[in-house]
C-alpha cells in the first residue's frame, strides 16, 4: 500500500503539501483523484480568487470526498472544521487514511452520507461546500443538500468536467440556478 502522493497547495505566500493515498484496486469511483479536484485545488491556489487567510476559521462541508483531497486542502489552508462526505462506506477507509496522513485527526472528520437523506446529521450550516464531479443528470438531492447546509453569506465550490451537456441544460444546473445566486 502506497504512502500516497503529495499535492502542493499554494495560496499567496502559504504553501501547504497535502498528502493523498489512492486505492486504485477498489472498485470505487472515488477511490482515486479525479482532474476536477486537482483544478479546484489549483483554483483555491489563484490569489486572484482566494487571499491567503481566507479559509481560515471556516467550517467546511466535502459531498462526494473520495479521497478527500478538497476538504483536506482547506484544512491544511486553516479551516477550523471540516467533514468529508461520501455515500460510499468503502471510501471511509480512504479518507481515515488521507486524514492521518495529513495529521489532520482534530479539524477534520469523515462521514457517510447520502444526499437524498437528511442534512442534519451533519451539523449545517458551512461557511464553505465543496464537491468535485458531482454532478450528474437529476442531482439525486445535491442541490437540496447544498441548500439546507450552506450558510447564508457562505459559498458553493463545484467542478467537474462537464460530460455531453452544457453548462445550463441539465435539470440539475436548473435547479442550482433557481436556488442560488
Known sequence: MSQGRPVVITV??????VVIHEDYKLDELGATLWGSAIVLCAAISDPGNFTAGW??????????AGTGIMGLALAALGAREVV???NEPRLL???QKNISLNSASGRVMARTHDWCKDALPLRPPFDIIVACDCIY??????????QSCCAA????LLAYEPRG???GESPFHQDL???FE
Open 84 to 86: 468529508l462526505t461520501d
Open 12 to 17: 499567496g505566500e502559504e504553501q501547504r503539501t
Open 177 to 179: 440556478l433557481q436556488k
Open 55 to 64: 479559509f481560515v476559521g471556516k467550517r467546511v462541508l466535502d459531498l462526494g
Open 165 to 167: 451537456q452544457v453548462w
Open 137 to 146: 443528470e437529476g442531482g439525486d438531492g445535491l442541490v437540496s443538500t447544498l
Open 153 to 156: 453569506e457562505g459559498i458553493v
Open 93 to 95: 477507509k480512504i479518507m
